[in-house]
């Protein structure tokens, strides 16, 4: 039986409050973990079907036109150019597989080929020296140089901005930039297909496999029921496993003509090429205040781009039109179609960027307008959503603001240079943190057996968000079983589909599908105990009701079995869901070379209910340094000519090392969202990256007095401006 | 060509195209996948094993080149139900979250840990001359070597202190 | 990676005519991997005894195979030549400086990702085809000695601690030979594939330092994050202050040209003046007389000038005075 919700009202007195064993939310240890400590969690390309084979893809070396020939190459088993290959990657939660074709070629870098041998180095030689005859055709790559589409329903603009810039005593008008932005899962994009008969089974790195199968099954021609996914470990994702790739579409097409399994990893300068890149942005930000620091006015004009029809464009102003209150405001919404490489979603799309640099012009105006930057955050915490006049969920920004600039010591935050250690300035910095918060459809389902071992399926995915753990723990919670007794499994198309890892959506949208299978199985348990279900206590793997005390093995003869289903429903829309927080930044800047060191990084938190607290914490570290390497490190660069990018590797592209991070503090507001459904818990993957950079560009500026406002603020730039 | 390798306390022969890196012969010919290929260029760590106790990129290295030497890999550190010190305190200190950088950051920390006890200085030692402390930024510098995109740094330098910590007691112990 | 043949050289005296020589093989079996080297012939000399450091006349003679990470916690070399430590620990990680050796880390190609992408036009790795770097990213490139066919650095960090301690290079071959550090990587001009004076047949056996000179000695390394990255630019200083004046001046630079960067003009510049930041500024303005941008890479020239100020600075202890 399933247990299916809508979440169209607020659930105020969550039923998991109501029981006892107490495992929900304690910091235990990754279920997997032991597997992962020791070598042995299984990843994409980590099987051998006997009889596999090696495939390399091949690259068009042109920005753009049509392949003309391949010539074969020595050594290779076959070099497949099928019409069915495809260009890029799917987007997202598409329901279809993307633009197929290979031999159009619409960026750099784009597969056209797979090179198939009986070894990987074979391949991979053969790859390299196959003789490709193009047709070459000129096309623009530079984002500015082209005049962008403005999609109507992304421009809003309510009251007179310009007239509320003039009016006001103090105001910021400026222009940031934020470079290309990688995902660099560590884990290169891989598949290993295999065919029976006319099903096909591919083993490979996605977030998203009930979405993924329809996208692949849509690529492939073949029907979804024909196909089955597997994605036990995801060795990271961050946007770039949403939709299916390149790699698993060309694997199990080769996999098809040759009779034999077929196993294609990226190399990693192919990931950079093929995996969607966050685009780059130009953000222009106005913002006016009166002199109390109330905002008045709020502008935030964004220019990204991607490719001719590509539906994605990076929301950069998605969080803008709530986080304050102003009665003047405009959002400018700007995609330029140039030929970069396809352009999705990377982990926070939108507010990754997009707080980033809102909270750095906040700050500007707090130093123009002389008013603390906490304060003038306090100052402008809207009520309800401007214009929509919708109450939020829940709202705990103020409480992250006063709580973390206690626990900081903001009170000794000093003027710019007043601070100096040596050759080193040393500054704070504050941010708010926002993201939208949503909730997703989920089914799982769960097992409860006489032995009293309850297993949870559901083809949901744990890219290292900690999926295993916490749905393991709601499982625990809610059948009264010590953690041990729940087995977990994940990342299969042959169990239940959740919408997968993504968006923030996973631990709430699949932990609520799993509460509701066990409510489920509870009801079956009060029935064999002749209770009710809500005069039913479990723990330990004992029943009770009333007087009556029963292990489960003596109430249950066979195994009971529960399905969940949720759905989002009328509080998507009732309310403003959103997650807040506050980041904090204690930076050195030196005053000869410009490096940037981060001395200690604070974030606190509000995500609704923490369902672990140990991993909840590893998702806020994450995030916090994504955001550094947003702030300090990170760029993609494109030759200003053909648009290939150019940081291809990790020597090129610096994510930030060991030495980048010192010790990083992480608490979280004690909250509950009740319209997110019993869970009340909401997204926390991807919060603590949106405005973690802000905090250390200003803390880059309280340090020395400069703002960067062309990321990364690598030393080159800060040089720029220190004094000779 | 024909080769030997000494892994993991075991022999092993293979015959193995020249070109293939240790890495590969690890993961393709041998099945042991714990060590992983992250960039294959020695630009991320992912791939560390020990070749004679020291940490090297498996990546960059031909497999038989490898010969006579003793390799020891992730497996051979310890088994799920028989964790090191060390894995034992990636997990509790949550040292990890995808996982696939992880082997190379334990079998990197095992052997650092052996450079800081045999006196090797690093770039962040205020003075060459030693002996050199387990500071954070000592052990982050010396696992600079080893990137992780989930950014679980701060606990893997905990988890690397606290099996430090915890094997020095038992040394003042013995 | 093209198919080659495989050879283990039982002595110097008796390598395959024509075979490339590997021995860390971090830089070569990286750029194999992408064909932008494909020898034919491999022949691995790990096994050759080149791994020892000992006393030279006058000096010290570190075997070309001593591994980075011995030669930087070598005892010897951190009394008495401690910029070589430095800069080894500024270099790469723990795992690669375990593996790269003395002589390969001098024969160490240039990170040009122009270079490394076989896309792209490059006169180092195709003789005659032009330098797609020029008008492309050049964030990475040199600002000195550069030429029309190309602006690549060279990346590494123990050659330009070498340099500033005068190092020598010790060939074998059919005439062996030891060569300065100074002469053995060559500009790029025309022939930008031409990297070191090193010939078809010769081998690096060993590197040797003269006598130490004591004094201070720094290695700043400026790079794009904390660790694990190449240089922006970097400066080896070898300072002594006697009596107030600078009596010893060495001065050598990385990734800003297609060797360790020296100016004799600078160092004399220096020498027997009291230490001051006008005569800091003076000494860079030497060293940049002839720095030009790229465009992308600007900013080295004024990091460069920065950079050597606070190394001299540190150097000379006006820091600590500050």
């Given at each position: 039986m399933t247990r299916h919700l809508r979440v169209d009202e607020p659930i105020h007195d969550s039923p998991l409050d109501q029981m006892a064993q107490g495992v929900l939310g304690q910091p235990l240890n990754r279920l997997e973990g032991p597997l992962k400590v020791s070598g042995r969690a299984t990843y994409a390309a980590e099987s051998r079907p006997r009889g596999m084979a090696y495939g390399v893809l091949v690259q068009a070396a042109i920005p753009a036109g049509k392949v003309l020939g391949i010539e074969d190459a020595p050594g290779a088993i076959a070099v497949i150019q099928d019409k069915r290959m495809i260009r890029y990657a799917a987007q997202g939660l598409a329901e279809e597989g993307p633009k197929a074709g290979p031999e159009e070629v619409e960026y750099m870098g784009q597969a056209i080929a797979l090179v198939v041998a009986d070894s990987l180095e074979a391949a991979r030689h053969a790859a390299q020296n196959l003789k490709i005859r193009y047709d070459v055709q000129d096309v623009p790559v530079?984002?500015?140089?082209v005049v962008p589409e403005l999609p109507p329903k992304k421009q809003s603009s309510t009251g007179d901005l310009d007239k509320a810039m003039q009016q006001a005593p103090f105001s910021v008008d400026a222009v940031w930039h934020t470079p290309t932005h990688a995902a660099a899962a560590m884990e290169p994009h891989a598949a290993i297909a295999e065919w029976d008969g006319d099903s096909v089974t591919i083993r490979a790195g996605l977030q998203m496999l009930s979405s993924n199968r329809k996208q692949m099954a849509d690529a492939l021609g073949i029907r979804p029921k024909k196909l089955r996914l597997l994605a036990p470990y995801v060795g990271g994702g961050f946007g770039s496993k949403l939709g299916i790739n390149a790699e698993a579409v060309a694997a199990a097409i080769a996999a098809r003509e040759l009779g034999r399994p077929v196993q294609v990893v990226m190399t990693r300068q192919q990931v950079f090429d093929l995996a969607h890149r966050r685009s780059e942005t130009r953000q222009r930000i106005r913002l006016a205040c009166d002199h109390e620091g109330r905002l008045t006015g709020i502008g935030h004009e964004a220019l990204v781009s991607n490719l001719p029809g590509s539906d994605f464009s990076e929301p950069v102003t998605q969080a803008t039109p709530f986080t304050y209150a102003a009665a003047h405001r405009q959002i400018v919404h700007a995609v330029a179609r140039i030929h970069r490489s396809c352009a999705g979603s990377v982990r926070a799309p939108g507010e990754a960027v997009g707080v980033t640099v809102f909270e750095c012009a906040l700050d500007e105006l707090a130093e123009a307008a002389d008013i603390d930057p906490v304060a003038l955050r306090l100052r402008n915490?809207?009520?309800?959503?401007?214009?929509?006049e919708r109450p939020f969920s829940s709202h705990k920004l103020a409480e992250a603001l006063h709580e973390g600039a206690e626990r900081f010591n903001w009170s000794e935050r000093r003027p710019p240079r007043q601070r100096v250690e040596g050759e080193w300035f040393i500054g704070m910095g504050m941010a708010t943190a926002v993201r939208v918060n949503q909730l997703v459809e989920a089914r799982a389902k769960v097992t409860l057996g006489p032995d009293g071992r309850a297993i949870v399926e559901t083809d949901m995915t744990d890219i290292g968000t900690g999926t295993y753990t916490i749905l393991g723990q709601i499982a625990a919670e809610a059948l009264g079983l010590p953690q041990e007794r729940v087995e977990v499994r994940l990342g299969d198309t042959d169990f239940p589909p959740a919408t997968g890892s993504g968006g923030s959506f996973g631990a709430a949208s699949s932990g609520t599908s799993v509460y509701l299978a066990c409510e489920e199985v509870r009801q079956q348990i009060a029935k064999a105990m002749g209770c009710e279900a809500v005069d039913l206590t479990l723990q330990n793997g004992l029943a009770r009701a009333g007087n009556v005390e029963k292990p489960l093995s003596d109430v249950i003869q066979s195994p009971l079995v529960g399905e969940g289903y949720v759905e989002p429903g009328k509080t998507e829309k009732s309310v403003r869901q959103a997650t807040w927080g506050s980041h904090w930044a204690e930076v050195a800047v030196n005053r000869w070379t410009g490096e940037v060191r981060v001395r200690r990084m604070l974030g606190l938190f509000s995500c609704g209910r923490i369902l672990n607290e140990k991993t909840a914490r590893s998702q806020c570290l994450g995030g916090m340094v994504f955001g550094m390497g947003i702030a300090l490190t990170e760029a993609l660069e494109h030759d200003p000519r053909d648009g290939h990018a150019v940081t291809r590797d990790l020597g090129e592209y610096h994510i930030p090392c060991h030495a980048d991070v010192p010790h990083l503090e992480v608490h979280f507001v004690p909250e509950r969202d009740p319209y997110v459904g019993p869970l009340q818990a909401k997204g926390i993957g991807e919060l603590s990256i949106c405005g973690s950079g802000a905090a250390i560009l200003n803390a880059i500026h309280n340090a020395c007095g400069i703002r960067v406002r062309d990321l990364p603020a690598t030393p080159d730039k800060i040089i720029a401006a220190l004094d000779p | 060509m024909d080769i030997t390798l000494d892994l993991n306390g075991t022999s092993h022969r293979l015959d193995v195209d020249p070109r293939t890196t240790l890495l590969d012969a690890l993961r393709h010919d041998l099945g042991l996948t714990g060590t992983k290929k992250g960039c294959d260029h020695g630009q991320c760590g992912a791939c560390t094993v020990l070749m004679d106790g020291r940490r090297i990129n498996s990546c960059l290295t031909l497999a038989c080149m490898a010969e006579g030497k003793e390799i020891t890999t992730i497996e051979g550190i310890g088994t799920p139900d028989q964790l090191s010190p060390l894995q034992q305190q990636f997990l509790d200190h949550d040292?990890?979250?995808?996982?696939?950088?992880t082997p190379g950051q334990i079998c990197s920390a095992t052997a650092m840990l052996e450079e800081i006890a045999a006196g090797w200085p690093s770039h962040a030692s205020g003075s060459l001359e030693g002996p050199f402390d387990l500071s954070h930024a000592e052990i982050a510098e010396r696992m600079s070597g080893n990137l992780c995109r989930c950014a679980a740094y701060s606990n893997i330098v905990a988890a690397i202190r606290q099996a430090a910590k915890a094997d020095a007691l038992h040394k003042d112990a013995a | 990676m093209k198919p080659f043949s495989f050879h283990r050289a039982a002595s110097v005296a008796d390598l395959p005519a024509g075979a490339t020589i590997i021995a860390g093989g971090t830089n070569l079996l990286d750029l194999m991997k992408l064909e932008v080297m494909t020898p034919d012939a491999l022949v691995d000399i790990t096994r050759l005894s080149l791994d020892r450091i000992e006393p030279a006349a006058d000096g010290l003679r570190i075997g070309a195979l001593v591994r980075n990470s011995d030669l930087a916690a070598d005892a010897v070399i951190r009394r008495d030549y401690p910029v070589l430590t430095r800069a080894l620990l500024a270099g790469a990680s723990g795992q690669l400086r375990n593996m790269a050796t003395t002589g390969g880390n001098l024969m160490q190609r240039t990170r040009c990702p122009y270079f490394y992408d076989r896309r792209m036009a490059c006169n180092k790795r195709e003789?005659?085809?032009?330098?797609?770097?020029i008008g492309g990213i050049t964030r990475n490139h040199a600002i000195l000695g550069t030429s029309d066919h190309c602006i690549a650095t060279y990346p590494g960090d123990m050659a330009v601690a070498l340099r500033a301690l005068d190092a020598e290079v010790e060939i074998d071959g059919p005439a062996p030979r030891r060569v300065p550090l100074a002469d053995f990587h060559r500009l790029p001009g025309d022939t930008p594939h031409v990297e070191t004076v090193l010939k078809p047949g010769e081998i690096i056996t060993a590197v040797v330092l003269p006598a130490p000179v004591g004094g201070q000695q720094r290695y700043r390394k400026v790079r794009d994050r904390a660790s694990y990255a190449f240089a922006l630019v970097s400066v080896a200083a070898v300072i002594r202050v006697q009596d107030g004046r600078i009596a010893h001046a060495a001065l050598a630079f990385g990734g800003v040209a297609a060797k360790p960067w020296r100016d004799p003009d600078a160092e004399r510049l220096l020498i027997g003046q009291q230490p001051s930041d006008a005569l800091f500024q003076s000494a860079a303005d030497t060293v940049l007389r002839l720095a030009r941008s790229q465009g992308d890479n600007g900013f080295k020239i004024p990091l460069l000038r920065r950079t050597l100020i606070a190394t001299l600075r540190d150097a000379t202890g006006m820091e600590a005075a500050a």
């Amino acid at each position: 039986m399933t247990r299916h919700l809508r979440v169209d009202e607020p659930i105020h007195d969550s039923p998991l409050d109501q029981m006892a064993q107490g495992v929900l939310g304690q910091p235990l240890n990754r279920l997997e973990g032991p597997l992962k400590v020791s070598g042995r969690a299984t990843y994409a390309a980590e099987s051998r079907p006997r009889g596999m084979a090696y495939g390399v893809l091949v690259q068009a070396a042109i920005p753009a036109g049509k392949v003309l020939g391949i010539e074969d190459a020595p050594g290779a088993i076959a070099v497949i150019q099928d019409k069915r290959m495809i260009r890029y990657a799917a987007q997202g939660l598409a329901e279809e597989g993307p633009k197929a074709g290979p031999e159009e070629v619409e960026y750099m870098g784009q597969a056209i080929a797979l090179v198939v041998a009986d070894s990987l180095e074979a391949a991979r030689h053969a790859a390299q020296n196959l003789k490709i005859r193009y047709d070459v055709q000129d096309v623009p790559v530079d984002p500015t140089a082209v005049v962008p589409e403005l999609p109507p329903k992304k421009q809003s603009s309510t009251g007179d901005l310009d007239k509320a810039m003039q009016q006001a005593p103090f105001s910021v008008d400026a222009v940031w930039h934020t470079p290309t932005h990688a995902a660099a899962a560590m884990e290169p994009h891989a598949a290993i297909a295999e065919w029976d008969g006319d099903s096909v089974t591919i083993r490979a790195g996605l977030q998203m496999l009930s979405s993924n199968r329809k996208q692949m099954a849509d690529a492939l021609g073949i029907r979804p029921k024909k196909l089955r996914l597997l994605a036990p470990y995801v060795g990271g994702g961050f946007g770039s496993k949403l939709g299916i790739n390149a790699e698993a579409v060309a694997a199990a097409i080769a996999a098809r003509e040759l009779g034999r399994p077929v196993q294609v990893v990226m190399t990693r300068q192919q990931v950079f090429d093929l995996a969607h890149r966050r685009s780059e942005t130009r953000q222009r930000i106005r913002l006016a205040c009166d002199h109390e620091g109330r905002l008045t006015g709020i502008g935030h004009e964004a220019l990204v781009s991607n490719l001719p029809g590509s539906d994605f464009s990076e929301p950069v102003t998605q969080a803008t039109p709530f986080t304050y209150a102003a009665a003047h405001r405009q959002i400018v919404h700007a995609v330029a179609r140039i030929h970069r490489s396809c352009a999705g979603s990377v982990r926070a799309p939108g507010e990754a960027v997009g707080v980033t640099v809102f909270e750095c012009a906040l700050d500007e105006l707090a130093e123009a307008a002389d008013i603390d930057p906490v304060a003038l955050r306090l100052r402008n915490i809207p009520t309800v959503e401007p214009d929509t006049e919708r109450p939020f969920s829940s709202h705990k920004l103020a409480e992250a603001l006063h709580e973390g600039a206690e626990r900081f010591n903001w009170s000794e935050r000093r003027p710019p240079r007043q601070r100096v250690e040596g050759e080193w300035f040393i500054g704070m910095g504050m941010a708010t943190a926002v993201r939208v918060n949503q909730l997703v459809e989920a089914r799982a389902k769960v097992t409860l057996g006489p032995d009293g071992r309850a297993i949870v399926e559901t083809d949901m995915t744990d890219i290292g968000t900690g999926t295993y753990t916490i749905l393991g723990q709601i499982a625990a919670e809610a059948l009264g079983l010590p953690q041990e007794r729940v087995e977990v499994r994940l990342g299969d198309t042959d169990f239940p589909p959740a919408t997968g890892s993504g968006g923030s959506f996973g631990a709430a949208s699949s932990g609520t599908s799993v509460y509701l299978a066990c409510e489920e199985v509870r009801q079956q348990i009060a029935k064999a105990m002749g209770c009710e279900a809500v005069d039913l206590t479990l723990q330990n793997g004992l029943a009770r009701a009333g007087n009556v005390e029963k292990p489960l093995s003596d109430v249950i003869q066979s195994p009971l079995v529960g399905e969940g289903y949720v759905e989002p429903g009328k509080t998507e829309k009732s309310v403003r869901q959103a997650t807040w927080g506050s980041h904090w930044a204690e930076v050195a800047v030196n005053r000869w070379t410009g490096e940037v060191r981060v001395r200690r990084m604070l974030g606190l938190f509000s995500c609704g209910r923490i369902l672990n607290e140990k991993t909840a914490r590893s998702q806020c570290l994450g995030g916090m340094v994504f955001g550094m390497g947003i702030a300090l490190t990170e760029a993609l660069e494109h030759d200003p000519r053909d648009g290939h990018a150019v940081t291809r590797d990790l020597g090129e592209y610096h994510i930030p090392c060991h030495a980048d991070v010192p010790h990083l503090e992480v608490h979280f507001v004690p909250e509950r969202d009740p319209y997110v459904g019993p869970l009340q818990a909401k997204g926390i993957g991807e919060l603590s990256i949106c405005g973690s950079g802000a905090a250390i560009l200003n803390a880059i500026h309280n340090a020395c007095g400069i703002r960067v406002r062309d990321l990364p603020a690598t030393p080159d730039k800060i040089i720029a401006a220190l004094d000779p | 060509m024909d080769i030997t390798l000494d892994l993991n306390g075991t022999s092993h022969r293979l015959d193995v195209d020249p070109r293939t890196t240790l890495l590969d012969a690890l993961r393709h010919d041998l099945g042991l996948t714990g060590t992983k290929k992250g960039c294959d260029h020695g630009q991320c760590g992912a791939c560390t094993v020990l070749m004679d106790g020291r940490r090297i990129n498996s990546c960059l290295t031909l497999a038989c080149m490898a010969e006579g030497k003793e390799i020891t890999t992730i497996e051979g550190i310890g088994t799920p139900d028989q964790l090191s010190p060390l894995q034992q305190q990636f997990l509790d200190h949550d040292g990890f979250q995808c996982g696939y950088c992880t082997p190379g950051q334990i079998c990197s920390a095992t052997a650092m840990l052996e450079e800081i006890a045999a006196g090797w200085p690093s770039h962040a030692s205020g003075s060459l001359e030693g002996p050199f402390d387990l500071s954070h930024a000592e052990i982050a510098e010396r696992m600079s070597g080893n990137l992780c995109r989930c950014a679980a740094y701060s606990n893997i330098v905990a988890a690397i202190r606290q099996a430090a910590k915890a094997d020095a007691l038992h040394k003042d112990a013995a | 990676m093209k198919p080659f043949s495989f050879h283990r050289a039982a002595s110097v005296a008796d390598l395959p005519a024509g075979a490339t020589i590997i021995a860390g093989g971090t830089n070569l079996l990286d750029l194999m991997k992408l064909e932008v080297m494909t020898p034919d012939a491999l022949v691995d000399i790990t096994r050759l005894s080149l791994d020892r450091i000992e006393p030279a006349a006058d000096g010290l003679r570190i075997g070309a195979l001593v591994r980075n990470s011995d030669l930087a916690a070598d005892a010897v070399i951190r009394r008495d030549y401690p910029v070589l430590t430095r800069a080894l620990l500024a270099g790469a990680s723990g795992q690669l400086r375990n593996m790269a050796t003395t002589g390969g880390n001098l024969m160490q190609r240039t990170r040009c990702p122009y270079f490394y992408d076989r896309r792209m036009a490059c006169n180092k790795r195709e003789p005659g085809t032009g330098c797609a770097a020029i008008g492309g990213i050049t964030r990475n490139h040199a600002i000195l000695g550069t030429s029309d066919h190309c602006i690549a650095t060279y990346p590494g960090d123990m050659a330009v601690a070498l340099r500033a301690l005068d190092a020598e290079v010790e060939i074998d071959g059919p005439a062996p030979r030891r060569v300065p550090l100074a002469d053995f990587h060559r500009l790029p001009g025309d022939t930008p594939h031409v990297e070191t004076v090193l010939k078809p047949g010769e081998i690096i056996t060993a590197v040797v330092l003269p006598a130490p000179v004591g004094g201070q000695q720094r290695y700043r390394k400026v790079r794009d994050r904390a660790s694990y990255a190449f240089a922006l630019v970097s400066v080896a200083a070898v300072i002594r202050v006697q009596d107030g004046r600078i009596a010893h001046a060495a001065l050598a630079f990385g990734g800003v040209a297609a060797k360790p960067w020296r100016d004799p003009d600078a160092e004399r510049l220096l020498i027997g003046q009291q230490p001051s930041d006008a005569l800091f500024q003076s000494a860079a303005d030497t060293v940049l007389r002839l720095a030009r941008s790229q465009g992308d890479n600007g900013f080295k020239i004024p990091l460069l000038r920065r950079t050597l100020i606070a190394t001299l600075r540190d150097a000379t202890g006006m820091e600590a005075a500050a």
